[in-house]
């Protein structure tokens, strides 16, 4: 999977920087959280905040992880466009655009949402930038790591609710990094070749026939169909959040069962489109079937 096209000029260039992709799943994950810890009655003016809190963490984060990342960019084929790897921004630049904007989303949620979610957003840009990025070039455990921060959204926006982080934030914590373990295998199954080249680990190097992948895409799958119905048996979510979240953790458990049967590109791609479609479709269902009070 390759990196969208580049954009023009330094605007484009900065706004390229923030992954708008990635931080987008990141405003609808934290943002739907919100509304299931407030039990739908949410305020315009909160919940606003709260977005654009995260949107401007998520943002900062991602940008100063380009920074980190831009030498191994360089050289890998997926990711030699970035606007670091090609020129396009200056390394200062990206540092400077990074921490401006991690700093006033921080600044943003403390100030007019609360001192928890400006923190576990702090939290979740740590573990990202000083935990994960190091990690890929260390060990297959990364893909666990990498997907705490991921899954931090639910937390953010719960907190940013509640002001506390309660059990139903942490089952939905438990969803959202759960849904990203078969989508980032499948992708590091994918761009293996791309990965060995600069020494990350995200598939295990002593599994060249993706055998072992392929079992923890099964494993990690099953899980994540065995808890996503925890809202509803919680109270949180109606009969038809639960029907729907089994329809799509059976459709996620059967595309990673037919990858580990024989582990190929085509199968790991369906993995992973299917799971671009899996978060966005649960997070409708928490929407529109959050049990209201």
């Known amino acids: 999977m390759s990196d969208p096209p ?3 000029g330094k605007a484009g260039a900065l706004y390229e920087l923030t992954k708008p992709g990635i931080a987008g799943y990141v405003m609808m994950t934290a943002g739907v959280s919100y509304y299931v810890g407030a039990a739908g009655a949410v305020d315009f003016f909160p919940i606003i905040h709260t977005l654009v ?5 998520t943002a900062g984060a991602l940008a100063l992880n380009q920074y980190v990342e831009r030498d191994v960019d360089a050289i890998m084929t997926r990711t030699q466009k970035r606007p670091l790897p090609s020129g396009r921004l200056q390394p200062r630049e990206a540092l400077a655009f990074g921490w401006a904007l991690l700093v006033a989303g921080l600044i943003c949620l403390g100030v007019l949402v609360g001192w928890l979610p400006s923190v576990l957003t702090a939290a979740s840009a740590a573990a990202y ?3 994960y990025t190091p990690l890929k070039t260390r060990s ?3 893909t666990l790591v990498g997907a705490v ?3 931090f959204p639910a937390l953010i926006g719960w907190s940013a609710a509640t002001g506390t982080v309660e ?3 942490v089952v939905l914590f438990c969803i959202a990094f759960l849904w990203q373990l078969p989508h ?3 992708l590091a199954w994918i761009l293996r070749e791309d990965y060995a080249r600069v020494g990350f680990f995200l598939s295990p190097p002593t599994d060249p026939q993706g055998v072992r992948i392929g079992r923890h895409m099964v494993y990690h799958s099953l899980s994540l169909l065995m808890i996503s119905g925890l809202p509803t048996l919680l109270g949180f979510t109606g009969i038809i959040y639960l029907m ?5 953790g059976v459709v996620t458990l059967g595309f990673s069962v037919s990858a580990a049967i024989e582990m190929r590109q085509n199968r790991a791609r369906r993995v992973f489109l299917w799971s671009l479609a899996y978060q966005p479709a649960l997070l409708v269902l928490l929407l529109i079937d959050t049990v209201r009070v």
Do not use: S
Request: no cysteine; net charge positive.
């Open 149 to 151: 921060p991921g899954a």
């Open 6 to 8: 580049p954009a023009k």
């Open 167 to 169: 059990f139903g934030a």
């Open 53 to 57: 809190g995260v949107a401007l963490g």
């Open 244 to 248: 729907g979240a089994l329809v799509l």
């Open 140 to 142: 297959y455990l990364a």
């Open 184 to 186: 980032v295998l499948a």
């Open 129 to 131: 930038i000083l935990a």
